[in-house]
Structures are given as C-alpha cells and as structure tokens.
C-alpha cells in the first residue's frame, strides 16, 4: 500500500511541474469597480478605457481595463500626489470596494 501511495503521489508531483510549467499569464477582457477615492492625492483609475468617469471619485467603472492590469510595477510611494500626470495606485478610503475581473 505503501508503495501505491509513493506512486501516486510521484505522479502528481509530476502532472503538478508539468502544469505549472505550461501556464501562461491570463489576462482579464474587463473589470467594474467603484473609480478611486481622493483625499490628500487622488487615487483615480486614470487610464480606464471603459464606460464612467474615471477622473470622478467612485463613479462606476465598466466593461474596461486600466491601472488595475496594465502590467506596470509601481516604483514610487503610494503616498504621493498622482499630480495632473495618471499615478500608478487605484485607492480607496473607508470603504471596501466590490472589483469584479472578467476573462474570455
């Protein structure tokens, strides 16, 4: 029984590397949120590519993408002023927002 479980477990390992090694990044089609909150900076989805305000604090953002999958690392402080230039962050203040991802 002993060996079975060795086996078994062997094999797992094996399709487990395998599958892991075959992923590829998946990129979601859309996302909604509530836009970004401001505060001393503003925490604004300044690239949103769908329908709603992205300049507008917690308006409802649909069917785009933006700052949230961009692919962009930030490097700077979250606490820093976004300035008239997009910012990096999408924050939110006292709440706790509902983001909904959608993939193909």
């Not at 836009?35 to 300049?55: H, I, V």
């Not at 690392?73 to 909904?100: H, Q």
Request: glycine residues 14%; hydrophobic residues 40%.
């Amino acid at each position: 029984m002993r060996s079975v479980f060795m086996l078994s477990a062997t094999c797992f390992g094996l399709i487990v590397n395998a599958a892991v090694s075959l992923a590829a990044i998946i990129s979601p089609t859309s996302y909604n949120i509530p836009n970004g909150s401001t505060g001393s900076f503003t925490y604004f989805d300044d690239s949103y590519n769908g329908a709603g305000g992205n300049n507008v604090p917690g308006a409802a953002l649909t069917g785009g993408v933006g700052d949230l999958t961009d692919g962009v690392i930030a490097v700077t402080s979250w606490n820093g002023p976004d300035g008239p230039n997009p910012g990096p962050y999408v924050g939110w203040l006292n709440i706790n927002p509902k983001l909904s991802f959608f993939f193909d």
